[in-house]
């Protein structure tokens, strides 16, 4: 560099004795190119730096996957910034306001948590065109396509036909019930749960006694909020009998409960003598239909009846654990995508699965779907007899015994993914507000009639500012 410094000073000192006339014309462009030599032998010469930014304190960004790909692509260098306040909480608020400013991150994780509300609205930026459609690059990987992956929570997570978030594993949300009880269906209305439930012997609950309303809000209706909004014409529909009827029912539980140890023995007994009628927890391997069945005491078929939503349709929905986006103004599309694609590629084997070391929930990767499969009907993988208890100091238990998958549980398993056409990754800011609006209606502060002119308002006035 000194040496080319020293040449280029000597061309110039030259140029001037020639032609005095001419010297300021050939300082600037021989300053440019000064310039240009420092950058090119700087520390990022040659290095495009793509902006991550990381919403979520633990399990969002997989910052070893970061640093992986940081020593295995000198070219790229991914650099993970986060968005969150002192406190470790998400700043959503900070991250959508440098968005709408024009300060795009190159890769976004749109968050990881429902307790926390901090999911962006990604169908909101993907209206509104900040986000990269990823169907192209998933069909013109060479080592992917649409055959390498498990496309109906890819589909389901769709804007207007296309993808824009990535996750390479999920699990099920769903309400889950013995078939004998609660008939073999994948979806029903709020009244057919009713006219179900009023066939079960008297103190009987629907859900687990303790659960709140807090509980049974979140899980029921933050699915089927957006099915209530019309981002085209911007119109809201939450003035109908179904969300009415959502509220009420919502409102039938309690505030609050008690909880410590006396809730054991009542909620194992409820269980066991078939007086709750649905388990609310998700679905990640085949094996939870055994640990379900065995925990509704009736040995019975179950059934992915799923929440109640207004047309009775199913009413299961995916939830993805970590999930990225790229946005469509990043540097360096190619390189993000070569980050992004190893969310997809397959990374376990048999051994690796029968060793207890494969995947927690389940894979968006077909191999290794198809592996866990194998694994799962395999007499030499069978999990161990476990016990269950909402205590760890209770001594009243329920055991379940466990067995390799069979073809038809295995079926099951299967036809329930295929079936589902929802994603639970929700547009926190509407849950916020009907939450909120909702809670004097729960208190006893507004009527119904109040709480629902309210909330149409103030989604109304949030969807025509974002659509």
Known sequence: ????????????????????NRYWYFLTIFILILTACGDAGGQNAGVTTLICANLTASGGVDKAAVAQFNRTHPDVRIEVRDYLDEDGFSGKDRLMTEIAAGKIPDIIDLGRSPSSFCLLPYQVLARKGYLEDLWPYID???????????????????????LYVLFDEFIINTLTG???VVGDRSGWSLSELQDVFASMPEGSTILPYHYRKMEVFAYMMRMNLDGYVDWETGRCSFDCENFR?????????????????????????????????????PIRTVMDMQFISALLG??????????????????SSFF?????????????????????????????????????????????NREDYDTVRMVSQSPDFVPKKTGFAYSAFSTDVVWVEYHSATDEEWAQYDGLINSITKIDVYDSHIYNIVWEAAGAYFAGDKTLDETIRLIENRVGLYVNENR
């Open 1 to 20: 560099m000194t040496m080319m410094k020293s040449k280029i000073s000597l061309l110039i000192t030259g140029l001037v004795l020639a032609n005095k």
């Open 140 to 162: 013109n990987d060479p080592e992917l396509g649409r055959e390498s992956v498990l496309e109906a929570p890819l589909k389901a997570a769709e804007v207007n036909g296309g």
């Open 178 to 180: 013995a078939e004998g």
């Open 245 to 281: 009827d959502a509220l009420q029912f919502v409102n039938s539980f309690p505030d609050e409960v008690p909880y410590g140890e006396d809730l054991v023995p009542e909620l194992l007994e409820r269980m066991r003598h078939g007086k709750q009628m649905l388990w609310a927890e």
């Open 298 to 315: 009736s040995g019975d078929r179950i059934s992915f009846v799923g929440y109640p939503s207004a047309d009775g349709g199913n009413g």
């Open 320 to 364: 993805p654990q970590r999930k990225l986006a790229m946005s469509s103004a990043c540097r360096d599309k190619e390189a993000a995508w070569a980050f992004l694609r190893e969310m997809l590629l397959p990374k376990y084997d048999r051994k690796a699965i029968i060793a207890g070391e494969g995947p927690v929930c389940i894979p968006i």
